[in-house]
């Protein structure tokens, strides 16, 4: 099957700096991409959508300029976590859509100290 | 609107037994449905879909599922269960004509004892 990576997959980070998360599609181009959160023992909450060539979609309640997405070209979308938070702390996933079927990356668990 | 409903938090099951998770759905028009697995610290792993077709569904790792239509489930068996299958299971569904994102269930935790 398709392969999405997802880079870092861990990263701790000083309370008030910013944290890139990169999601790449390797053997597939992809137009959009998603970006998730999920707490411990829950479902995944859809942070945003991610379109090449245009602005992101934010879910509501999602802010904006805290988590800055750039679809930079139609293999990479990045999620940048700004002026970070221990609240931010999280497991993060990005998912690529190919055909009927959603492609995940591994998933970065950040922890902000 | 669509929406997955995963009764169950968590499935206990010994090993060498027959394994059920449980899924429900709703969606305007005809489904896409999917099933996940997620192992401590991973992304998503696809397990199988059902797009069309016959409703029994044979997926990774042993796992199928069963599409009904009149009770809008999808759900997720395995004749006999390992212990390596512990695991959290996510049931997804989509429409085949509306939104392309999948709607996910709140998972559910399978534990199988040795």
């Known amino acids: 099957g398709a392969v999405v990576s997802q880079h870092p997959s861990r990263v701790i980070c000083k309370s008030g700096t910013s944290v890139k998360i990169e999601c790449r599609s390797l053997d597939f181009q992809a137009t959009t991409m998603f970006w998730y959160r999920q707490f411990p023992k829950k479902s995944l909450m859809l942070m945003a959508t991610s379109n090449e060539g245009s602005k992101a979609t934010y879910e509501q309640g999602v802010e904006k300029d805290k988590f800055l997405i750039n679809h930079a070209s139609l293999t990479l979308s990045t999620l940048t976590v700004t002026s970070a938070h221990p609240e931010d702390s999280s497991f993060y996933i990005c998912?690529?859509?190919?055909?009927?079927?959603?492609?995940f990356g591994q998933g970065t668990r950040l922890t902000v100290v | 609107a669509q929406s997955v409903a995963q009764p169950e938090d968590q499935v206990n099951v010994a090993e060498g037994n027959p394994l059920t998770v449980k899924c429900t759905y709703s969606v305007s028009g005809n489904p896409y449905l999917f099933w996940y697995v997620q192992y401590p610290n991973r992304g998503l792993q696809f397990l199988l879909k059902?797009?069309?077709?016959?409703?029994l569904v044979k997926g990774s790792y042993g796992f199928e599922a069963e599409f009904n239509k009149s009770q809008t489930s999808f759900h997720l068996k395995k004749p006999s269960a390992l212990v390596s299958d512990s695991a959290l299971y996510f049931c997804a569904v989509r429409s085949s004509g509306g939104s392309y994102i999948p709607t996910f269930g709140r998972g559910t935790s399978l534990i199988v004892h040795p």
């Open positions: 059902y797009i069309t077709g016959d409703n």
């Open positions: 998912s690529a859509p190919l055909g009927t079927e959603a492609f």
